[in-house]
């Protein structure tokens, strides 16, 4: 029976050559001499960004994305929490990495795909959704589906087989 993953992927080594880059850019760029900006990053799922003021943070964050986009780590698979106050004054943002779909969000795509009517049937397996299907065709109409429809992610199709 022909089926798919629908899946959120992060390619980790991009990542990290993005960081990399973002790091450089600020210890070269002429604003931020003498700044305690900085980005730290756990090689999992979570960046830290650190500013010496909301401006200066701000600028982190968008040479970061910057740096991200060109490596083609999608922004729709980012979520960035509350600014907080950090130690000597400086203000810190936490950004994690959305590596497989929420639960959440993988219900509203089964949900979708329900509705749609095509004759496949989607199911929820750990952090991704599976599509069975007797047609390939329906299964092709499931894809423009789920990529027109914007559940705030950046999804992938993978594991296609006849």
């Known amino acids: 029976?022909?089926?798919?993953d629908i899946v959120v992927n992060v390619n980790y080594q991009e990542v990290d050559n993005a960081v990399n880059q973002a790091q450089k850019e600020i210890a070269q760029r002429y604003d931020f001499k003498g700044s305690k900006s900085k980005i730290e990053w756990d090689k999992k799922n979570e960046i830290t960004l650190?500013?010496?003021d909301d401006f200066k943070l701000k600028a982190v964050v968008e040479i970061l994305q910057g740096k991200m986009v060109k490596r083609g780590i999608s922004t729709k698979n980012m979520e960035f929490g509350q600014v907080e106050p950090a130690n000597l004054g400086c203000v810190r943002q936490k950004l994690t990495l959305q590596a497989g779909i929420p639960t959440e969000k993988a219900k509203q795509i089964v949900k979708a795909i329900k509705d749609s009517g095509l004759k496949v049937q989607p199911q929820i397996q750990d952090e991704q959704v599976r599509v069975t299907g007797k047609k390939r065709d329906d299964l092709q109409d499931v894809?423009?589906?789920v990529r027109k429809n914007d559940f705030g992610l950046d999804v992938q199709f993978l594991n296609f087989r006849d």
């Open 1 to 4: 029976m022909p089926s798919f």
């Open 50 to 52: 650190l500013g010496d």
């Open 143 to 145: 894809m423009g589906l």
